[in-house]
C-alpha cells in the first residue's frame, strides 16, 4: 500500500517539476523573441531551454535509474565514475560545452562578435578542451581500476577530441576569413 503512495507522490512531483520547467521555457523563448535583448543576452537566456531539453533528453544515456543512493552502489551507472559528484559535475560541463561552442560558432557566422572577442574565444577553445582532457584522465577520473571504465572513458574522450578539433577548425576558418 505504502509503495503505491509513494509512486503516486514521485509521480506528482515529476509533474510539477515538469510543468515549472515548461513555464521556464516558455517564459524564456517569449523574453528572446519579444524583449528588447542583445546577442549575448539572448544566449545567457537561451541557455535555459537549452539545458532543460538537452539535459532531460540526454539524462538517461548518462544514467539509468538516476544517480545511485550511495558511492559503493554503481548498478545504476553508465558512467565512467565512481563517484556522483563527478559523474554529475562532468556531464554539466559537458552540455555547458556543447552550448559555448554552438554560441561562437553562430555569433561568428553572424559577424556579432568583435576581432577581439573572436580571438578570446579561440585562444579559450584552443586551450581549454585540452586541458580538460589532461585534468579529466589525471586527476578527476577516479575509477581507474575497471578496465571496462579506463576504456569507455578513452573512447569518449577520442570522440569530444574529435568534436573540439572539428569546433576548432570551423572557429579557426571564419577568423581566418574576417
Do not use: C
Amino acid at each position: 500500500m505504502s509503495s503505491t503512495v509513494e509512486s503516486i507522490r514521485k509521480s506528482s512531483y515529476i509533474r510539477w517539476f515538469l510543468f515549472a520547467l515548461l513555464l521556464l521555457v516558455f517564459a524564456a523563448v517569449l523574453l528572446i523573441r519579444h524583449g528588447s535583448l542583445t546577442w549575448d543576452q539572448n544566449w545567457v537566456v537561451g541557455l535555459l531551454p537549452y539545458f532543460a531539453i538537452v539535459g532531460l533528453a540526454t539524462w538517461r544515456l548518462w544514467w539509468s535509474g538516476g544517480p545511485s543512493a550511495s558511492n559503493r552502489d554503481t548498478s545504476a551507472r553508465r558512467t565512467v565514475y565512481s563517484s556522483d559528484v563527478r559523474a554529475i559535475l562532468s556531464y554539466v560541463l559537458g552540455i555547458l560545452a556543447f552550448y559555448y561552442a554552438t554560441y561562437v560558432l553562430v555569433s561568428l557566422a553572424a559577424t556579432h562578435l568583435t576581432n577581439k572577442e573572436a580571438t578570446f574565444h579561440l585562444v579559450f577553445w584552443s586551450l581549454a578542451p585540452p586541458l580538460w582532457f589532461i585534468f579529466e584522465w589525471f586527476i578527476w577520473f577516479d575509477n581507474h581500476q575497471m578496465a571496462d571504465a579506463v576504456l569507455q572513458l578513452r573512447i569518449a574522450q577520442d570522440i569530444f577530441g574529435k568534436f573540439w578539433a572539428a569546433v576548432l577548425a570551423v572557429m579557426l576558418a571564419f577568423k581566418l576569413s574576417r
